[in-house]
C-alpha cells in the first residue's frame, strides 16, 4: 500500500542543479522520518539526508551546505534540492520513509521501512 515515486533525476553539467522529488501514498510524510540516501555503482547504499515533521534536518558531511531537504504537507511530498553539483554526486537516488521517532535514533542508516525504486543523477565533468 505504501508508495515512494521518485522523479526529477538527469543528466546535468558539473556546476548544475537538479531537484528530485518523492511523491508519497499509504504513509504520511507529516507522521514519518523521511529521506535521501544514494549509491553509486560499486559503492555501499550512503544516507544523503533526512528530515522530520517537526523539520529538524540532518546531512551528511559530503553535502551539508550543497543539498537542502525539504517537505510539502499539503502535497505529501518530499523534496531534494541539489546544487553545485559534482561528478561524485552521480549515482542512483532513493527515497526513503521511516516512523517519524526514527529521525532521533539514526536517521541516516539504512535501515528505512519503505523505499522508492529510485531516480538516476548523473553529473558530467
Known amino acids: 500500500q505504501v508508495q515512494l515515486v521518485e522523479s526529477g533525476g538527469g543528466s546535468v553539467q558539473a556546476g548544475g542543479s537538479l531537484r528530485l522529488s518523492c511523491a508519497a501514498s499509504?504513509?504520511?510524510?507529516?507522521?514519518?522520518?523521511m529521506a535521501w540516501f544514494r549509491q553509486a555503482p560499486g559503492k555501499e547504499r550512503e544516507g544523503v539526508a533526512s528530515i522530520g515533521s517537526d523539520g529538524l534536518t540532518n546531512y551528511a558531511d559530503s553535502v551539508k551546505g550543497q543539498f537542502t531537504i525539504s517537505i510539502d504537507f499539503a502535497r505529501n511530498t518530499l523534496y531534494l534540492q541539489m546544487m553545485r553539483l559534482k561528478p561524485e554526486d552521480t549515482a542512483m537516488y532513493y527515497c526513503?520513509?521511516?516512523?517519524?521517532?526514527?529521525?532521533?535514533?539514526?536517521?541516516?542508516?539504512?535501515?528505512?521501512?519503505?523505499w522508492g525504486q529510485g531516480t538516476q543523477v548523473t553529473v558530467s565533468s
Open positions: 499509504g504513509v504520511a510524510v507529516s507522521r514519518s522520518c
Open positions: 526513503a520513509a521511516a516512523p517519524w521517532a526514527w529521525c532521533t535514533a539514526g536517521s541516516l542508516r539504512d535501515e528505512y521501512n519503505f
